[in-house]
């Protein structure tokens, strides 16, 4: 599981640092202006992180299904090469699905007034300033995009029902131990799937709804999976009771 971590938190940190430093200046110093070449590198790389970090998410619920319902062929079918394996898969993946983002917007013509109603260039802001007929395109980007969003979350969710159900036959210390990670990487699919479906999955009519959803899987998410995670690691865990717990409350009051 830490190996797949460690992918997805680096990940986190660039999909994040493709908008937040942008954002951050823009607000600072009132500057809301990017070339096109700019845009078409922020869009890239955004697609490029989320879509690895949704490929990464899939390993990781494999991971999961393997540790538990196969425990005892886990180290043959998770070794390192085939973690590796599913990695590379992951960043190809990712990099020809954000290949074909930027294929489509930039060969479109902008006409002008050339203001994007949105905080990052993504590609249904940039489809509204097209001057041609872009319902084809928004079609094609809810195929690829939405449904594939879909597609994904509705087999991450398939199969933790299949790992909670198998949960049943195990020990009582080792289902609290195995539903303990599930929950935690239910809680981070939820966090990042349900925005991402609510912004790509309509056509885009409204752009202040798309913003706040693109809100939470491009800053709020990635903010809070390291805190999701933290809680699993059981060194963690004990220093926070050190920390906290009824002796360090009474000294406090």
């Known amino acids: 599981m830490y190996f797949f971590l ?3 938190s680096f990940m986190n940190i660039c999909f994040t640092s493709t908008v937040a430093p942008k954002l951050i200046t823009d607000l600072l110093v009132q500057w ?3 070339s096109f070449s700019g845009c078409m590198c922020q869009m890239f790389h955004a697609h490029f992180f989320g879509a690895t970090e949704i490929f990464i998410l899939v390993a990781m619920a ?3 299904y393997v540790a538990i319902c196969r425990p005892l062929h886990y180290v043959v079918i998770m070794s390192r090469r085939a973690c590796y394996i599913l990695v590379m898969a992951s960043v190809i993946g990712a990099f020809i699905h954000s290949l074909m983002q930027v294929l489509i917007i930039i060969q479109l013509p902008f006409c002008g ?6 905080y990052f260039c993504d590609v249904f802001p940039l489809l509204k300033l097209s001057c041609t007929d872009t319902r084809l395109l928004k079609i094609i980007i809810v195929t690829t995009t939405g ?7 509705v087999a991450l969710v398939i199969s933790y029902v299949i790992i909670l159900s198998t949960l049943r036959t195990h020990s009582s210390e080792g289902c609290h ?3 303990s990670t599930c929950v935690l990487h239910i809680m981070v699919v939820l966090m990042f799937f349900l925005p991402l479906i609510f912004t790509y999955v309509p ?3 409204s752009v202040s709804n798309d913003k706040v959803s693109a809100l939470f899987y491009t800053m709020i998410t990635p903010l809070f999976n390291p805190l999701i995670y933290t809680l699993r690691n059981a060194d963690m865990k004990n220093d926070m009771r050190k920390e ?3 002796q360090r409350l009474s000294e406090g009051n």
């Open 113 to 118: 007034p050339n203001q994007i109603d949105h």
């Open 177 to 179: 131990k195995a539903l």
């Open 147 to 153: 449904v594939l969003s879909i597609l994904t979350f």
């Open 62 to 64: 494999y991971d999961c």
């Open 244 to 246: 906290w717990g009824p």
């Open 32 to 34: 809301n202006t990017i």
């Open 203 to 205: 056509m885009a009519d």
């Open 6 to 8: 460690s992918y997805l």
